[in-house]
């Protein structure tokens, strides 16, 4: 390595101890895990209901296509 590789790269910061939480911080942050998970569920089953309506639709025109060319 040259020097000027050394000199551009950062040093990495050591991590914080985290103190431990007290029962009302431990359920909040239990509550928001909770609402995150939830969130990234329902947003799972929005994207998987996109994708099926869009293969469905995919699949419609493909059958219509067939149709009128063989009208």
């Not at 101890?17 to 909770?34: C, D, G, I, N, V």
């Not at 996109?50 to 060319?69: F, G, H, P, V």
Request: aromatic residues 6%.
């Amino acid at each position: 390595m040259r020097f000027y590789e050394f000199a551009t790269t950062k040093p990495k910061k050591a991590k914080k101890p985290h103190k431990p939480l007290t029962p009302e911080q431990s359920l909040e942050a239990a509550k928001k895990r909770e609402v995150d998970v939830a969130k990234k569920a329902l947003q799972s089953v929005k994207d998987q209901h996109k994708r099926r309506r869009k293969m469905e639709r995919a699949r419609k025109d493909s059958y219509i296509r067939q149709l009128q060319r063989s009208n």
